[in-house]
Nanobody, 123 residues
Framework: QVQLVESGGGLVQAGGSLRLSCAAS????????MGWHRQAPGKQRELVAA???????NYADSVKGRFTVSRDNAKNTMYLQMNSLKPEDTAVYYC?????????????????WGQGTQVTVSS
């Protein structure tokens, strides 16, 4: 059984920083692309940043230059360093990963999502 667990959310003032972590655990064979998404109240979930297994990154225009996504493949963990936070960054942040897993009988792959972590930026 595979799980993604986010941590690091909280309340911060505008201009401040937070670092989110997303740790994958379970019968993992390999982790392919990973990403951070967010959903603000009344809005659709949107992709914030993504990173491939080789380290290629992609960002939403709204966070370019402020957020940095990274991963530690040895620890099956992805990070999101968020600097110069703005009130409009307030949302629940979710991590997502395409994971190849083993059941012991066969190997398969699917998308997994974490439970989300709240980020609140006060003005």
């Amino acid at each position: 059984q595979v799980q993604l667990v986010e941590s690091g959310g909280g309340l911060v003032q505008a201009g401040g920083s937070l670092r989110l972590s997303c740790a994958a655990s379970g019968s993992i064979f390999s982790i392919n692309a990973m990403g951070w998404h967010r959903q603000a109240p009344g809005k659709q979930r949107e992709l914030v940043a993504a990173i491939t297994s080789g380290g290629t990154t992609n960002y939403a225009d709204s966070v370019k230059g402020r957020f940095t996504v990274s991963r530690d493949n040895a620890k099956n963990t992805m990070y999101l360093q968020m600097n110069s936070l703005k009130p409009e960054d307030t949302a629940v942040y979710y991590c997502n990963a395409k994971i190849t897993y083993s059941t012991g009988s066969y190997v398969s792959a699917r998308d997994y999502w974490g439970q989300g972590t709240q980020v609140t930026v006060s003005s």
